[in-house]
């Protein structure tokens, strides 16, 4: 992952709790509200939240073009049943690029989505103080076109976070379900990989925290299945998991056997 300062990726974690990287309020309405932006000089502020902006949509691609989602994608695709299959580096960038299309769709569903909104509101009683504002943190008096964080050309910003991903090859490992924390301790992710070594670069990538493995054991997806059926009263969101007692416990008991 390129080198990021801790102001940018603290930025970056707060534009992701307001809906980064999809929506946004506009530029000047963060400057403005932001305790941190609204001390700094407004050019300063300005190139500061262009960083975060830019973090957090690397950071949503990284997840997009995980090696192990690519994995997860390359082996339905085959249809093969032999959960054992591995592929390497070579064919999951490939395929990576390959869903660069439905990345660049999504994004743009996305703006298009914002753009009927926005056509659609009437402008407030307040509009030119609200103009008056924009023009005040140097924007244009104009309704931006989009509030996302992706660059104009998505394409060519797809490439080079997946260029950024696959750029070290790592050796394939056994398969193992993990047990893996990374920003927020509280939460746990249960999945399942063919190589340990992929799923931990993608997740340093998506994340400037480094992770904690809780728990591995060999196994397949159908052992990482059970795990999600075992604790789906915890489930947050697909993989991720609170981390409760009852997982706690079954960590603990995993690892002393």
């Known amino acids: ?138 924007y244009p008096r104009e309704r931006p076109e989009r509030t996302d964080c992706f660059d104009q050309d998505v394409r060519r910003q797809c490439v080079r976070v997946i260029n950024e991903i696959y750029s070290h090859p790592v050796k394939s490992s056994a398969a193992v379900v993990y047990l893996i924390s990374t920003d927020n301790p509280e939460f746990v992710k249960i999945g399942f990989t063919k190589c340990l070594e992929h799923r931990l670069r993608s997740l340093r990538t998506a994340s400037h925290v480094e992770p904690t493995i809780r728990l591995t054991i060999a196994g397949t997806q159908s052992l990482e299945r059970e795990l999600h059926t075992r604790f789906a009263a915890s489930r947050a969101n697909r993989e991720w998991f609170r981390l409760t007692e009852d997982i706690k416990a079954f960590i603990a008991s995993a690892s002393a056997g």
């Open 1 to 138: 992952m390129p080198e990021v300062t801790e102001a940018v990726q603290a930025l970056a974690d707060t534009l992701e709790h307001l809906g980064a990287p999809f929506s946004l309020p506009e530029d000047w309405v963060i400057l403005c509200d932001n305790d941190d932006l609204r001390h700094m000089s407004r050019s300063k502020a300005k190139q500061l939240l262009g960083k975060a902006k830019k973090e957090t949509a690397r950071r949503w691609l990284a997840g997009r073009f995980d090696p192990s989602e690519m994995d997860q994608e390359l082996s339905e695709e085959s249809g093969c049943s032999d959960e054992s299959q591995v592929f390497d580096d070579g064919q999951l960038k490939q395929r990576a690029i390959t869903s660069i299309d439905d990345a660049v769709s999504t994004v743009m569903s996305s703006r298009d989505a914002f753009a009927k909104l926005a056509s659609g509101v009437t402008q407030p009683a307040a509009h030119e103080k609200t103009v008056a504002a924009r023009v005040a943190y140097g």
